[in-house]
């Protein structure tokens, strides 16, 4: 059976460690984290991940434009993480390809 690797982009260090320990909890060992657009777009090329769970409100950007940068190389499921309720900012991330 091969391992997936799931990539959290989150720039909160609690949110991103208990999202690990319930994925591991949850028999999803591989994980791979980063805390900006800049180093996920870097973790999304070198871990070659089979899912990303995506922060929308990064420090250097938004999760929007990592996102766009994914879905130009690749169809893996995004899931965009976010404590914006907007109706728009949902129809925004599935316009851009989050699942």
Do not use: W
Not at 44 to 49: E, I, L, M, S
Not at 80 to 88: L, N, R, T
Request: glycine fraction near 8%; hydrophobic fraction near 40%.
């Amino acid at each position: 059976m091969t391992e997936h690797t799931i990539l959290i982009v989150e720039d909160e260090p609690e949110i991103a460690s208990l999202l690990e320990r319930v994925l591991h909890k949850e028999g999803m060992a591989h994980t791979v984290t980063a805390g900006s657009v800049a180093d996920g777009y870097v973790q999304f090329k070198r871990a070659k991940p089979s899912l990303i769970l995506l922060d929308i409100m990064l420090p250097d950007g938004e999760g929007y434009e990592l996102c766009k940068k994914v879905r130009e190389e690749s169809n893996i499921p995004i899931l965009f993480m976010s404590a914006k309720d907007d109706e728009v900012d949902k129809l925004l991330g599935l316009a851009i390809g989050g699942d």
